[in-house]
């Protein structure tokens, strides 16, 4: 059983050697055991295909997944746990550490065991998942964390183009005709882009200058974000989107570029992408902060959802993936582009929102979940990665300090926060006044 890597699987992937990574992890209360964990880890392999799986060229130099049911098992390290914050120690080392995709699997899980505490850790390359693949493998690994043997069903293998085109083979055709001629202008631009990119002398970035924040905002902060977007009818995205420009502007200055691109969730897009299917990207749309200063609250954030609401209208999943498959020959190009290229965005900000996560587990307790994180080699790996647990809105901000210095990221993150605390003041300071 094999399958060749869709267009953005090849660009996450590279050649096979630079890590491509992300993080997923959360704190468990709780006494869990070694032999839970490597039954777990072997029932989580069994249901997903691409568990199974390593890459391989073929003789053209194209990568494959290919299943090999003799492929190892999941790695588990378990890791001392000292303090609340080692996890972002092997968060860090992970997301630096490459992958053999030529041997599989492409997941390994951390257990940081502090006795009653425990982190758990999910390092997994990124041509393998996504965030939301995390969150659903993350689930699993807890329940059978809890549950010894419970059914976490098998998936159908993975899914391919086919699988995605629509059944009336009118429709399919037309659609296979305008990605092929929007894959032809892609084509060319990428191909005008590479020429002007200059390579020679830049060396690539060096995940030993990469850092990681981290921050958690109180439940009586969270819930007050979430009461304010709903008055003026924004969403908790385009409102931790806007925060971010302005404070991106705030501190950068004219370094600033006042864009940000966020991922979309293409499941939702494309009813044969699973919750529960190991997927590696999503759609993307972005944002732009037209004004220089001033106050953001004054109707640019019902502007910026405007906006948002209107691309995310537009979005077609399977669209885009044609597209992107008619682009192959397009490949170098764009990593030449993404790598040396210039960066038009600030960062890349995404919200997975609410977590589905039970919080309690007849023998342990999620205390706390992290945002997850990722980093790639590209020239502007700066993210933001948002998430919603216990009523809590937690952040993971990643960066390299060739790119961003660390004293900057903080700023930034500063910023953010006053500018969500001005946003909150009112609504807190009527509850209080309402308690009092």
Known sequence: MKRQLFFLERILYGDGSAPFNGVFALKVRGVLKAE???SALDQIQKKHALLRAWVE???KGVPWFVVHEDIPAIPLRMVLRQTDEDWIAESKRELGKAFETGRGPLLRVIWMNGGMVSDIILAFHHCLCDGGSALSLMRDLLLLLDEPGADIGVTDGWVTIADLLPADSQDAG???????????LLRAGLSLGA????SKGKAGISRSEDYLLHWKMDEQLSAALLRYCKSIRVTVNTLLCVTALAAFRDVRGEKARRRVTCPVDIRRYHPAIKKDMLFAFGLAV??????KRGDIFSGLLQEAQRIMTDKLSKLNAIEFLLTMEYSHAALGDMIKVLTYGKQGDDLMFSNMGKLEIPESYSSFEVETVYSPAVIGPFGNPTTLVATTYRGQLDISFISNRTVLREEEACAIRDKMMELLEEAAEPIVSSETNYTL
Do not use: M, N, P, Q
Request: glycine share 4%; hydrophobic share 45%.
């Open 36 to 38: 839970r964990f490597v």
């Open 57 to 59: 060229k073929d003789e």
């Open 174 to 184: 037309r659609i296979v005709r305008k990605a092929k001629g929007v894959a032809a």
């Open 195 to 198: 020429l002007l990119t200059h």
């Open 286 to 291: 972005s944002l732009s902060l037209k004004k």
